[in-house]
């Protein structure tokens, strides 16, 4: 299982992407504000990879985002990545309306518009 959730969100409406290893992505526990804008970035998780694409951002989705893995089936899940996301409005290079997204981790950022990779570990399932 690998799940994506929001921490200023209350708990049970708190999760932005859910994926199950016999499922897949499902969308039953997913915050609604969410559903349709959250997909992982290698839909065949090449190498596990788990990092997810959040689309059409705003600054409702500021906050800090965390990821959890279970690994092996009956264990608890483990924290992998851990990202405090800022969304504020530019004007940058004089156009108005614009947002630009920031995603701080320890040592990384990344930028762009209305597109927000959130990068979590590679990892192995048994």
Not at 15 to 36: C, I, M, P
Not at 48 to 70: A, E, F, M, Q
Not at 104 to 122: D, F, K, V
Request: glycine share 8%; charged share 25%.
């Amino acid at each position: 299982m690998v799940e994506w959730t929001l921490s200023k969100l209350p708990p049970g409406e708190n999760v932005v992407f859910l994926w199950h290893k016999d499922k897949g992505v499902t969308s039953e526990d997913q915050n609604q504000a969410y559903r349709g804008r959250v997909e992982l970035k290698d839909a065949q998780m090449t190498d596990r990879n788990v990092s997810v694409k959040l689309k059409n951002v705003s600054i409702d989705d500021s906050g800090t985002y965390k990821c959890k893995v279970v690994k092996t089936t009956g264990e608890p899940p483990e924290p992998v990545s851990t990202i405090i996301m800022t969304v504020t409005h530019s004007d940058t290079a004089g156009i108005e309306g614009k947002t630009r997204n920031t995603a701080e981790r320890t040592t990384n950022m990344a930028s762009g518009l209305g597109l927000l990779l959130l990068a979590a570990c590679c990892l192995c399932f048994s």
